[in-house]
């Protein structure tokens, strides 16, 4: 069966195909040591891959059908799942086609502008999410991260709203927030 039977067009320039038809690009600009692999690879278990890659026909004979130029993080935390024995390269991505002149462009482009939340935009989802009946374990499963650290959170995110407001409005700092 050939590679191309796995994949699906989804319009001119978005796909689905397997993970084992990919493998990092030269042209992805992030190259420091990803951080924190292991808590997206239990989001994207707990939650599915969210986020688009961006590929590019991969220009290598015989191996991988295509490149990630941008999504390193999450194709490696996916290869982390394989690894593991909880997903398999038939896992199906869904994928970005880059067909620009340029993927460094395109790579930098979707790493560049990213913005964390607030920390108190943070702490508010969490208590909605606790709210909603999901217990502290859910949320710590959904996000990778440990218990202690959504305890902390909605301890922090449990003060007075007009305290959040101020945080969100820079007229108070998060340090001065977590001391009262």
Same mark, same amino acid.
């Given at each position: 069966e050939s590679i191309m039977s796995n994949t699906k067009s989804l319009s001119p320039h978005r796909l689905v195909v397997a993970l084992g038809e990919l493998t990092i690009s030269e042209t992805n600009v992030r190259k420091a040591s990803p951080r924190f692999i292991e808590s997206l690879a239990a989001s994207i278990l707990a939650k599915g891959l969210?986020?688009? &890659?961006?590929?590019?026909? =991969? =220009?290598?004979? #015989? #191996?991988?059908?295509? /490149?990630?130029?941008? #999504?390193?993080?999450?194709? &490696? +935390?996916?290869?982390?799942?394989?690894e593991t024995g909880k997903i398999t390269l038939d896992y199906a991505v869904p994928?970005? &086609?880059?067909? =620009?002149?340029?993927a460094t462009v395109t790579s930098l482009t979707?790493?560049?502008?990213? /913005?964390?939340?607030?920390?108190?935009?943070?702490?508010? =989802?969490?208590?909605?999410?606790?709210?909603?009946?999901?217990?502290?374990?859910?949320? +710590?499963?959904?996000? #990778?991260?440990?218990?202690?650290?959504?305890?902390?959170?909605?301890?922090?995110?449990?003060? +007075?709203?007009?305290l959040h407001d101020e945080c969100l409005e820079c007229s108070m700092s998060l340090e001065q927030r977590q001391i009262l």
């Open positions: 969210l986020q688009n &890659l961006i590929v590019i026909p =991969s =220009s290598k004979e #015989g #191996g991988a059908k295509y /490149e990630v130029s941008a #999504g390193g993080r999450r194709y &490696l +935390a996916m290869m982390l799942l394989v994928v970005l &086609l880059d067909t =620009s002149d340029n979707e790493n560049f502008h990213r /913005e964390d939340l607030h920390p108190i935009d943070e702490f508010r =989802s969490f208590s909605t999410m606790k709210e909603n009946g999901l217990s502290v374990d859910d949320i +710590a499963l959904w996000f #990778g991260i440990t218990n202690q650290a959504v305890i902390q959170r909605l301890d922090l995110g449990a003060a +007075a709203p007009e």
